[in-house]
């Protein structure tokens, strides 16, 4: 059993854990269930092993050995947490929009109370330009077109949204816009990364288990009867940005490019944008809202050193 990507208290505990279940159990269930741990333990780098983490956990994991172990895990630390009736695995055929209000919930919870702000940032990417969640993980500083943006701004005087090279499925590019303020935002706590250093230390999976969490301690996944039931998952945020821009008048079209989508069924037949009217559009849009929702100071961008 390779415990060398476990830090030195968690090879301990393995090893622990290992002689609980060596007089009761197969070689190759015990084989399963330190599978289980060690994806635990990854998780429990960035999170507290308590009542919310097995919901959340779970709620990822739905298989029945992830709950065995669980159940097992909790005999084994003997403590009295509850576990959560497993219910179906089927994914759900339509994908739930937030509310305004909801979004602006989760991003006020991840930004203030979660010890990794950049939980809310990747929330933020995936709400405000439709990103995948891989697509937002992966964002570096030097993705955004800043030299352009300046340009913009110093020959208007107006805080245009900013450039963003995303790179999606099929490790195809893309380009999607930024609002001015979140980008400013994200410059000042992302600035001092050294070159070459990811902007966001975690993957995707402890995002989720992060957002999980957080939408149990909102309300917006709830916890009924033993049973997790919550709508809502990092690719809602996606979904919500989609369908605000058809909402707000974007052409199904435009939203293909700016999505990333190879083929969607119901765009065919519209009008055919490209990938440079596209992105015009999305900016005359932004910068739209920005002159109708305009609420503070236009400060001068900053310029990395």
Same mark, same amino acid.
């Given at each position: 059993?390779?415990?060398?990507n476990?830090?030195?208290?968690?090879k301990?505990?393995a090893?622990?854990?290992?002689?609980?279940?060596?007089?009761?159990?197969?070689?190759?269930?015990?084989?399963?269930?330190?599978?289980?741990?060690?994806?635990?333990?990854?998780?429990?780098?960035?999170? $507290?092993?308590?009542? $919310?983490?097995?919901?959340?956990f779970?709620?990822?994991?739905?298989?029945?050995?992830?709950?065995?172990?669980?159940k097992?895990y909790i005999?084994?630390?003997?403590?009295?947490?509850?576990?959560?009736?497993r219910?179906?695995?089927?994914?759900?055929?339509?994908?739930?929009i937030?509310?305004?209000?909801?979004?602006?919930?989760?991003?006020?919870?991840?930004?203030?109370?979660r010890?990794?702000?950049?939980?809310?940032f990747?929330?933020r990417?995936?709400?405000e330009?439709?990103?995948?969640?891989?697509?937002?993980?992966?964002? @570096?500083?030097?993705?955004?077109?800043?030299?352009?943006?300046?340009?913009?701004?110093?020959?208007?005087g107006?805080?245009?949204?900013?450039?963003?090279?995303?790179t999606?499925?099929?490790a195809?590019?893309?380009?999607?816009?930024?609002?001015?303020?979140?980008?400013?935002?994200?410059?000042?706590?992302?600035?001092?990364?050294?070159?070459g250093?990811?902007?966001?230390?975690?993957?995707?999976?402890?995002?989720?288990?992060?957002?999980? @969490?957080?939408?149990?301690?909102?309300?917006?996944?709830?916890?009924?009867?033993?049973?997790?039931?919550?709508?809502?998952?990092?690719?809602?945020?996606?979904?919500?940005?989609?369908?605000?821009?058809?909402?707000?008048g974007?052409?199904?079209?435009?939203?293909?490019?700016?999505?990333?989508?190879k083929?969607?069924s119901?765009?065919?037949?519209?009008?055919?944008?490209g990938?440079k009217?596209?992105? $015009?559009?999305?900016e005359r849009?932004?910068?739209?809202?920005?002159?109708?929702?305009?609420?503070?100071?236009?400060?001068?961008?900053?310029?990395?050193?």
């Open positions: 059993m390779d415990l060398s476990l830090n030195e208290h968690r301990e505990e090893l622990k854990f290992l002689n609980f279940m060596s007089n009761n159990y197969k070689e190759r269930t015990i084989l399963e269930y330190m599978n289980m741990f060690k994806i635990m333990c990854s998780y429990l780098e960035y999170a $507290e092993f308590n009542q $919310e983490f097995i919901y959340a779970l709620g990822m994991h739905p298989t029945k050995i992830a709950y065995a172990f669980i097992l005999d084994f630390i003997d403590t009295p947490y509850k576990i959560p009736k219910s179906g695995t089927k994914p759900q055929k339509e994908q739930p937030l509310t305004k209000r909801e979004a602006e919930s989760i991003f006020e919870y991840l930004k203030l109370t010890h990794n702000k950049g939980y809310y990747i929330s990417l995936m709400y330009c439709g990103l995948r969640i891989q697509e937002a993980t992966n964002v @570096q500083l030097q993705d955004f077109y800043i030299a352009e943006w300046e340009e913009k701004f110093t020959q208007s107006i805080p245009h949204p900013i450039k963003l090279k995303v999606g499925k099929g195809k590019d893309r380009i999607v816009y930024v609002p001015y303020l979140l980008f400013i935002e994200l410059f000042e706590w992302g600035k001092d990364k050294k070159d250093e990811d902007l966001f230390t975690f993957n995707p999976n402890t995002y989720r288990l992060a957002l999980r @969490q957080t939408l149990i301690r909102l309300g917006l996944t709830k916890v009924e009867k033993g049973k997790v039931k919550g709508k809502y998952h990092p690719h809602s945020f996606r979904h919500t940005r989609a369908t605000l821009w058809y909402k707000n974007r052409s199904l079209t435009t939203i293909q490019n700016l999505l990333g989508h083929d969607i119901t765009t065919q037949g519209y009008l055919q944008i990938e009217e596209a992105l $015009e559009e999305e849009f932004m910068l739209e809202e920005y002159k109708n929702n305009q609420t503070q100071g236009v400060t001068t961008p900053p310029t990395p050193k």
